[in-house]
């Protein structure tokens, strides 16, 4: 047993809320003091590990690829131990819509297919399925009221791009 | 073993419970709560540590704070639909980092059974998940973990007549597991004395 009665609510809030991003110089010296972080200071706003330029001293050099600009096959280790996200950019996926599982697979086998996103395929699919749709509407129109060279009607869509655009 | 908890999260809850709201911790965002386990808050930008055995990160759901973390293992407590959907949001990022993605059920039993079994069917449905076989229960000793700043088995009433009760003993064998996942070796069982 810790303790028999909890500690009063704290309604002073938290000053770290308003702490810049990263590490205080403080808590910075004091991992430094334990050896538990590198005593480089680092810039506080950046989120990734800087690039490190390969050096002919630390390892023998195998080939061009090695000058740090070659893809990063899997999580690299630091001597520690410790693994580090892998510098290789990567686009995000991430997306805030759900759909069910079978459907889901379909979209992303045509995201990858077309090399685009699946926003681009979702407005593609819609605008085509709205094309047939419109030329089922009129054609059931003229053949109620035939009448020969008539224009297009207003509503009538735009052919879309068939190259994907990224975004 | 030399462990480090470091807190992304702007709010920095895991900064505040391991103090136990202590004020200096607020100040230099840095607490050392015993030898082995030192505490550290760092919004939003993951700090390179070195020669530590482990590092237990409370990450913000924001994806782009998260990918800049590359765990051994990702811990994700879900309950009922929206956490379900909301996990989708970065989960396809998660997945491919590659490392274990282990979903833990949270809060079971609340809003009833369905909501437990409608879980379980869509975790089912998703490729490349762990999910852990227990279920954390709807606790007030997990809930009230909080207010002692400690851990849930630590409370005074988590060992009710001399017997852990359910929430105390589920969160610490979900601590154990993901500790043996991680490759620690299974601390030995202490025997409990009953009366």
Redesign the interface.
């Known amino acids: 047993m810790s303790k028999t009665k909890p500690a009063p609510y704290d309604a002073n809030g938290f000053e770290g809320a308003h702490q810049a991003r990263g590490l205080s110089e403080k808590a910075r010296e004091r991992l430094a003091s334990k050896g538990l972080i590198a005593k480089t200071p680092q810039k506080a706003e950046r989120t990734t590990a800087p690039r490190r330029k390969a050096s002919s001293g630390d390892r023998p050099v195998k080939g061009s690829s090695e000058a740090g600009t070659g893809p990063v096959k899997g999580p690299s280790e630091t001597a520690a131990g410790l693994p580090r996200r892998s510098r290789k950019a990567r686009s995000l996926r991430a997306r805030h819509f759900r759909l069910p599982i079978e459907i889901d697979d379909k979209l992303q086998d045509l995201t990858e297919t077309y090399d685009s996103t699946m926003v681009w395929v979702i407005c593609k699919l819609i605008h085509e399925d709205w094309v047939r749709t419109r030329r089922a509407m009129r054609r059931s129109t003229s053949e109620d009221q035939p009448s020969e060279g008539q224009p297009a009607a207003p509503g009538d869509p735009p052919d879309l791009s068939s190259t994907p655009t990224k975004g | 073993m ?1 462990t ?1 908890g470091a807190g992304l999260d ?3 809850d895991l ?2 419970w391991m103090s ?2 202590d004020a200096v911790a ?5 607490f ?1 709560r015993s030898e082995f386990l ?1 505490i ?13 055995d482990l ?1 237990v990160i409370d990450c913000p759901v924001e ?3 998260a ?6 293992m990702w811990i994700i407590p879900v309950h009922g639909r929206l956490g379900f ?1 909301n996990m ?3 989960l ?2 998660i997945l ?1 980092t ?1 490392s274990t993605v282990l979903v833990i059920k949270n809060n079971g039993g609340r809003g009833g059974v369905m909501v437990d079994r409608n879980l379980d069917a869509a975790l089912k ?2 490729k490349g998940l762990t999910v852990y076989a227990d279920t954390l229960p709807e606790s007030d000793t997990i809930c ?1 973990s909080a ?4 851990a849930a088995w ?3 009433y988590a ?1 009710r007549k001399m017997v852990t009760t359910k929430g105390a003993s589920a969160i610490k064998n979900m601590c154990t597991h993901v500790l043996t996942q991680c490759g620690f070796r299974k601390p030995p069982a202490v025997p409990q004395k009953r009366k």
């Open positions: 030399p480090i702007r709010q920095g900064l505040k136990q709201g607020k100040e230099d965002a840095f050392e030192s550290v808050y760092s919004p939003m930008v993951m700090p390179e540590l070195r020669g530590v590092v994806v782009e704070i990918l800049t973390v590359n765990p051994s959907e989708h949001n970065v396809s990022d491919a590659k449905a998703v009230r207010d002692f700043a400690d630590n409370l005074p060992n």
